[in-house]
């Protein structure tokens, strides 16, 4: 008895360091803030938005970058943000602000799940890219936002791979006798990197669906009142996974869920015609992954 509560103090301390570290997380960069909330009004011009990216000529290059990059598949090359957003429209033109901002966040390299520079990237835009064509697929309606939790899903690794590289041995035990990453994680810390993800949105004040999509990504079956967006971010996670876009650490299960597939009126036969495509899908997007 002594010693599971031993157990239970240890584990409730790492957890208030856990959370206590969530809800210190760096912001994104200020222009990028008022960049979002500016964006969120439709009749924004152009000139506003001009007017807070010309303060950070570093955003407004990686922004030119990505607008021109085969992911956002503008057909003609565009020079200027005023061009980028009439050809774009002010949803998309955020979705690559979004973009931008994180690209120097996620673009490190995450300890303790032996990511290395870049890998964790790669792994969000394949994971957007891939939940993108699968919204087309079932035909999700534009309101249900898919594009920003799948970029942002993972960003609970960033801090919570600093307490997996002190606890790798207790991971990689728990991982090796067939028990998922994701509840090996909750068995160590008490918590795992998807709830933390989704605090670290909620700390940014991101959207209600937004954060429960990042919370919920491995365990879709939980979403009570399903629009679709949580299934089609769980779908497209394993979907990259299965070609090798994730984490080196064993533990993932790969198997897509009958409940998710059936929600998303997805046949397994049209499943697996899907996981044949997403390779080509990942191979699009080389010039995507890195800026200058």
């Known amino acids: 008895m002594e010693i599971a509560q031993e157990k239970t103090l240890m584990m409730n301390d790492i957890l208030g360091k856990i959370m206590l570290k969530a809800s210190s997380f760096p912001s994104m960069p200020k222009a990028g803030v008022k960049l979002m909330d500016l964006l969120q009004n439709k009749d924004v011009s152009i000139a506003e938005i001009e007017k807070i990216l010309r303060y950070d000529p570093g955003l407004t290059a990686n922004v030119l970058k990505l607008a021109n990059s085969s992911y956002f598949g503008i057909p003609s090359k565009v020079g200027s943000l005023k061009h980028a957003i009439a050809l774009l429209g002010v949803k998309r033109f955020s979705q690559i602000v979004l ?3 994180m690209s120097n966040t996620i673009d490190k390299a995450v300890e303790g799940y032996d990511l290395p520079p870049g890998e964790l990237w790669r792994h969000s835009i394949a994971v957007s890219k891939t939940a993108e064509a699968l919204a087309k697929f079932v035909k999700l309606t534009n309101e249900n936002d898919v ?3 799948a970029l942002l899903h993972d960003m609970g690794k960033l801090l919570l791979g600093r307490f997996i590289k002190e606890g790798a041995q207790a991971i990689e035990d728990v991982v090796a006798g067939g028990v998922p990453l994701v ?3 909750n068995m160590i810390f008490g918590t795992d990197h998807a709830e933390i993800g989704a605090q670290i949105l909620a700390h940014w004040s991101f959207p209600g669906d937004i954060v429960n999509a990042v919370r919920l990504h491995h365990n879709p079956e939980r979403v009570k009142h399903s629009n679709g967006q949580t299934e089609i971010i769980y779908l ?5 996974n299965s070609h090798g876009d994730g984490d080196s650490i064993k533990g ?4 897509p869920s009958p409940v998710v597939l059936k929600r998303l009126n997805i046949s397994f036969s049209q499943y697996e015609i899907i996981l044949e495509r997403v390779c080509s899908w990942i191979n699009e997007l080389s010039d995507t992954l890195n800026f200058d």
């Open 99 to 101: 973009t931008a901002c």
């Open 236 to 240: 497209s996670n394993i979907l990259c």
């Open 147 to 149: 594009f920003t939790p």
């Open 252 to 255: 993932h299960d790969n198997s």
């Open 183 to 185: 509840v090996a994680e």
